[in-house]
């Protein structure tokens, strides 16, 4: 009778075959780190679907992590090519794709910048085969000609400029998808350092198909989000080389089907809260519970409300309305508002301060029912950046979705369509903001 208990030959010889797989496989090396963390100031974070873990420098990331920088935060992390990417404060940066071998064939890198601002300084892959990396945004898409860049975006618009090189920057859509590499031809913008003006940056708007340039040093990229003192500094006098051959010289134009041609003209940036007259019938106050801050309006939402005023949005600290609210909606087309003014306060554990509104846009699209809106507060000394998209109802009605907010966000339109108004509140580590924003047509 066969002894099932004793392996015959055959099976003792795989056996052991199966024994030294497991010693087999840890002689294969596992994928290299796309990059090492070489400064980490401030809150710096590790974004997962549970929770953010803190980076310390000399952590190591891989393609698929995503860096999350909190108020006075910034991250420097030198990429494996030799590439450097610093994310400063307020931003959420991705790495999607990191592929290096060292093969001009099958290296790839996919940098995805969600909100705030940061600065790419492209490595090997990028100066071997610029069509092999790609920087993408909520609405562009950014490629290079060995370049240094700096993006800042929210969800609702983007700005491009550059320290040395050259960019190519279009607007995701039908023709521009999120998911390829390399630059986008259609419709696209070159903006070289050579041929720039000081001060000028490529904006990108969601809504938008074509990018357009603008000049104006108060709102560059750079402006919005200083770098951190231990950031490379600029040599204007020193350009990356671009090793292709025959693309030495760049060109400021639009290239649609690769073609270059000069840029259309375009608006003057939107202008500061102090520069649009405050509509008429807006009223705003706060809650008589709320705590004092000096500067803040002395309005309360109970005075509003005795003599008569309706209050249409309301957060924790604040209730606006207008006398007449638009009852009556487009269903197609756009309206584009500019800030003009309202109010804001910081609560923080130690601390207390009224805030102005700096600067905002609010976009509504009513083909698509939506809206998007950023808006930047400040008590003199600090900014505070806060951006939101969601739904508009057919009530005129605004509500954030936190998926696609930093910020809680709600609002409502004014009759004729002439005004807006929205509350809004961002919890930062330190502290919340809370306040309320009147909206002026451009």
Same mark, same amino acid.
């Given at each position: 009778m066969r002894n099932f208990n004793a392996p015959s030959l055959a099976w003792r010889g795989l056996l052991a075959a199966v024994c030294t797989l497991p010693? &087999?496989?840890?002689?294969?090396?596992?994928?290299? %780190?796309?990059?090492?963390?070489? *400064?980490?100031?401030? !809150?710096?974070y590790l974004k997962s679907e549970q929770h953010r873990e803190p980076v310390q420098r000399g952590a190591t990331l891989e393609a698929g992590q995503? *860096?999350?920088?909190?108020?006075?935060?910034?991250?420097?992390? =030198?990429?494996? #090519?030799?590439? &450097?990417?610093a994310v400063r404060p307020l931003s959420v940066f991705e790495i999607e794709v990191f592929q290096y071998e060292g093969s001009a064939h099958n290296d790839r890198v996919r940098y995805r910048l969600d909100e705030g601002v940061a600065r790419a300084i492209t490595g090997g892959v990028g100066? /071997? $085969?610029?069509?092999?990396? =790609? &920087? $993408?945004? !909520?609405?562009?898409a950014v490629g290079v000609r060995g370049t @240094?860049?700096?993006v800042a975006t929210t969800s609702s618009a983007s700005r491009v400029a550059i320290n040395s090189g050259a960019v190519v920057v279009a607007a995701l859509g039908e023709h521009c998808s999120a998911a390829s590499f390399g630059s986008c031809a259609d419709g696209a913008v070159v903006l070289g350092k050579t041929d720039s003006l000081p001060g000028q940056f490529v904006e990108v708007v969601r809504g938008e198909q074509l990018p357009r340039l603008v000049e104006d040093p108060q709102q560059t990229p750079d402006q919005l989000a200083p770098p951190h003192a231990d950031e490379p500094r600029v040599n204007s006098s020193q350009s990356l080389p671009d090793t292709r051959e025959g693309e030495v010289s760049v060109t400021v134009g639009v290239e649609t089907g690769g073609t270059p041609v000069s840029p259309t003209p375009v608006e003057p940036p939107p202008p500061s809260a102090n520069d649009i007259a405050m509509p008429e019938g807006v009223h705003w106050g706060r809650w008589s519970s709320a705590e004092a801050v000096d500067g803040a309006t002395v309005q309360r939402v109970s005075d509003l409300l005795s003599e008569g005023k309706e209050v249409h949005v309301v957060n924790t600290q604040y209730g606006a309305g207008f006398n007449e609210r638009a009852t009556q909606l487009p269903r197609s087309g756009r309206a584009d508002f500019v800030a003009a003014g309202g109010e804001g306060v910081w609560l923080g554990a130690d601390s207390s301060a009224a805030l102005s509104v700096a600067s905002g846009r609010l976009g509504v699209d009513f083909d698509r029912s939506s809206f998007d809106t950023h808006a930047e507060f400040t008590d003199g000394a600090r900014e505070f950046h806060t951006q939101a998209?969601?739904?508009i109802n057919a009530q005129g009605f *605004? =509500?954030? #979705? %936190?998926?696609l907010s930093n910020a809680r966000v709600t609002g409502a339109l004014?009759? #004729? &369509? @002439?005004?807006?108004?929205?509350? /809004?509140? =961002?919890q930062f580590d330190d502290g919340?903001?809370?306040g309320i924003v009147v909206w002026g047509r451009p």
């Open positions: 010693l &087999l496989s840890g002689v294969v090396s596992a994928a290299p %780190p796309a990059g090492e963390v070489v *400064l980490a100031a401030g !809150p710096v995503t *860096l999350v920088t909190g108020e006075g935060g910034f991250a420097h992390v =030198r990429m494996a #090519d030799g590439g &450097l990417v100066e /071997v $085969n610029k069509e092999a990396f =790609r &920087l $993408n945004t !909520p609405v562009a @240094d860049f700096v998209s969601g739904t *605004l =509500r954030s #979705d %936190p998926a004014g009759k #004729d &369509l @002439d005004s807006a108004i929205t509350t /809004v509140e =961002r919340q903001l809370s």
